[in-house]
């Protein structure tokens, strides 16, 4: 191309530049213009275990029917230093019906109370044609969203005592907690005992409800809570359990729970203990030295009542016909029949029949 050529062109394209920016009409007969449009519009996620960027996808077009140089900015309706964005390209060089995609990319802080939302714009405008800088068309497409936060729930469980507690059986006792709320929006906060079927076949109850439910505010602690608990009626040995309390939240489904447990230990019945436990306690020379002792009561009681019978034998009758033996008479001179022998009557003793009552004395009775 000659000089000249080149200069010719050169006004030329001046011309169609002055052409363009001063009369509207041609813009539209030469058909300049640009469009934008994104995906849906970004809900972040701030759990702070789970807070990452999120992308949306953007393409800008040139509906023009010449070749366009289209930038690309944002800006904040309402400004939060907590959420920022940004784009992964902001100018393209598009010819006639060309289009584009580019990434908005949104983060935010972890944390974001839920009822957070804030609009923002994306703004598409044609800063030249065919190399020619034409700001001053003014020929632009916006993009307007909103940016919101998506809800989580995080509970927090405190039990007020976790030391073991001994019962005896038919007892109850009242286990007081509290409820945290470390979500990002109010959540109504459900406390239950996570092992109560297992509780219940063991015997143990709740009189007032194993359910505990309160609406707790972001960043806040409920007042202190209790569940009853009643041991079984029956215990025939030492019971050991471990009673499970489970936080849920109402909010977010997928959110941990949070479980908190205590130990209870319930004793075996007194009257048991003392029948079981007593005799087992006894060495072998305690049970020799009480039965030495029971035996010597016995015997002691026994030599009182025998010294008594021989005390009132003592004072009975005097022995009674008892011959004195005289010398044998001198025969006389006329004889007569010998009498027959006189039998001597046999010496009286005088305990004799003292122990004939003790013949009907029960000694096994003793």
């Not at 286990?175 to 945290?180: D, L, P, W």
């Not at 707790?216 to 079984?232: H, K």
């Not at 003592?314 to 006189?342: F, H, I, Q, R």
Request: charged share 20%; hydrophobic share 40%.
């Amino acid at each position: 191309m000659t000089r000249s050529s080149r200069a010719v062109g050169t006004v030329g394209l001046l011309v169609l530049s002055l052409m363009l920016a001063a009369v509207p009409s041609a813009q539209a007969q030469l058909g300049i213009g640009v469009q934008i449009s994104c995906d849906d519009d970004p809900e972040l996620n701030v759990h702070p275990s789970e807070n990452a960027d999120v992308d949306v996808t953007c393409t800008v077009k040139n509906t023009g029917q010449l070749e366009s140089t289209i930038s690309v900015d944002y800006e904040w309706q309402d400004d939060d230093p907590r959420v920022d964005m940004s784009l992964s390209e902001d100018e393209f060089t598009l010819a006639a019906g060309a289009e584009e995609n580019f990434q908005a990319t949104f983060s935010g802080s972890p944390r974001i109370e839920a009822d957070l939302s804030l609009d923002f714009d994306i703004t598409a405008s044609i800063s030249s044609v065919m190399v020619l800088p034409v700001d001053q068309l003014n020929q632009s497409a916006t993009y307007s969203g909103e940016v919101t936060v998506q809800t989580f729930g995080m509970v927090d469980l405190t039990l007020t005592d976790r030391s073991t507690r001994n019962l005896e059986a038919s007892e109850e006792v009242s286990i007081g907690f509290t409820m945290g709320n470390d979500g990002n929006a109010e959540d109504k906060i459900e406390v239950n005992i996570a092992n109560l079927a297992e509780l219940e076949s063991a015997g143990f109850s709740f009189p007032e409800g194993s359910f505990v439910a309160e609406t707790v505010m972001v960043e806040g602690t409920s007042a202190e809570r209790t569940i009853v608990l009643r041991t079984p009626s029956d215990v025939a040995e030492e019971v050991r359990v471990q009673v499970v309390f489970e936080a849920t939240s109402t909010n977010d489904a997928t959110a941990d729970p949070m479980q908190s447990t205590v130990t209870v230990v319930v004793q075996a019945a007194a009257s048991n203990a003392a029948l079981g436990g007593g005799l087992e306690e006894l060495s072998q020379d305690q049970i020799q030295l009480y039965g030495a002792i029971g035996g010597g009561v016995v015997v002691f009681f026994l030599l009182i009542f025998v010294v008594g019978r021989l005390i009132r034998r003592s004072g009975g009758p005097e022995l009674e016909d008892v011959m004195e033996l005289d010398e044998p008479a001198v025969p006389t001179a006329v004889a007569a029949p010998v009498a027959a022998p006189v039998a001597q009557a046999a010496p009286v003793d005088e305990f004799d029949g003292m122990f004939d009552d003790l013949d009907d004395f029960d000694f096994d009775g003793l």
